[in-house]
């Protein structure tokens, strides 16, 4: 499967600057990964019979968790694309059931960047577009929020 906006440029458009969400969507199955580690830890380190077997199912109910949330983090990044070309700027998700978002550069009044604390140390942010009369969209966790921005802006 190709990159979606491969697949719709125009005659003279080329992409300027590409960014997807940011890792911190695998947070949750990272700290699910911990989670089941520490309890398998665990499972050998207390005495044999109803502990062991307990810590040893929880380990187990943790890994799944955390597999989902692996699997649903990657599965999210893998079908979202944010990308500004020379005429526009482009964001799709979805792989199934696809939502696109595109606006004319030319139609941008302003670009808002927010991050959190976590946000700025970690480089990731929600970034507020807002066009004349075509509304505004927010596109939420991507990576280098101010640099996208900086391409958006810039001319």
């Not at 990272?30 to 062991?52: K, L, N, Q, R």
């Not at 943790?62 to 020379?86: G, M």
Request: hydrophobic content about 45%.
């Amino acid at each position: 499967m190709g990159r979606y906006i491969d697949d719709i440029l125009q005659p003279g458009e080329k992409v300027l600057y590409s960014t997807n969400t940011h890792w911190i969507f695998f947070l949750p199955a990272i700290t699910g990964w911990i989670v089941a580690i520490a309890f398998f830890v665990v499972s050998g380190m207390v005495p044999g019979g109803t502990p062991m077997l307990l810590s040893l199912s929880m380990s187990a109910l943790s890994a799944i968790f955390a597999l989902y949330k692996t699997a649903t983090a990657w599965f999210h990044r893998w079908t979202t694309e944010t990308d500004v070309t020379n005429l526009r700027v482009v964001h799709k998700t979805g792989f199934i059931q696809r939502q696109t978002f595109e606006m004319s550069l030319d139609k941008v009044e302003s670009v808002d960047v927010n991050q959190s604390i976590l946000g700025r140390i970690l480089n990731y942010g929600n970034v507020s577009i807002f066009g004349v009369g075509e509304g505004n969209k927010t596109i939420d966790t991507i990576a280098s929020p101010l640099e996208f921005r900086n391409h958006i802006t810039a001319r």
